[in-house]
């Protein structure tokens, strides 16, 4: 994944901000879990995963790159905003969105900026 932006500070913003401890998707406010390994239920290892069960929580693998740490948040944002919708998305068009969504809001940082009205 490319690393380069709009002049809008997006190369710099990238390693500047602390990692996030919760989020809020619609009504739901899931804790953020930074873990250094994180596996599904038959041992493969993931970079991160929504969890419902024992409670709603985004478990993340720590030990991969920001910018991959970034995108995998990205991606199980779109899986909860899936759920949330009933939209049936699967894996591999929540993959394909959370590239391309952050591809792109990495490279517009002053568009993003404008549409968040920061």
Excluded at 11 to 29: A, F, M, N
Excluded at 58 to 73: D, G, H, N, P
Excluded at 77 to 97: C, F, M, P, T, Y
Aim: charged share 25%; net charge negative.
């Amino acid at each position: 994944m490319k690393l380069k932006s709009d002049s809008g500070g997006g190369e710099q913003l990238i390693s500047r901000v602390t990692k996030p401890t919760h989020i809020k998707i619609g009504s739901v406010d899931y804790p953020i879990r930074w873990e250094a390994e994180v596996s599904d239920d038959h041992g493969r290892s993931l970079y991160g995963q929504l969890r419902h069960s024992p409670e709603d929580e985004v478990v993340m693998s720590s030990a991969t790159s920001l910018v991959r740490q970034r995108e995998s948040l990205l991606h199980e944002i779109i899986h909860s905003i899936d759920n949330r919708l009933d939209l049936a998305l699967k894996e591999k068009v929540v993959g394909q969105l959370s590239v391309g969504l952050f591809e792109t809001m990495l490279d517009n940082m002053k568009l993003m900026k404008w549409i968040l009205g920061l």
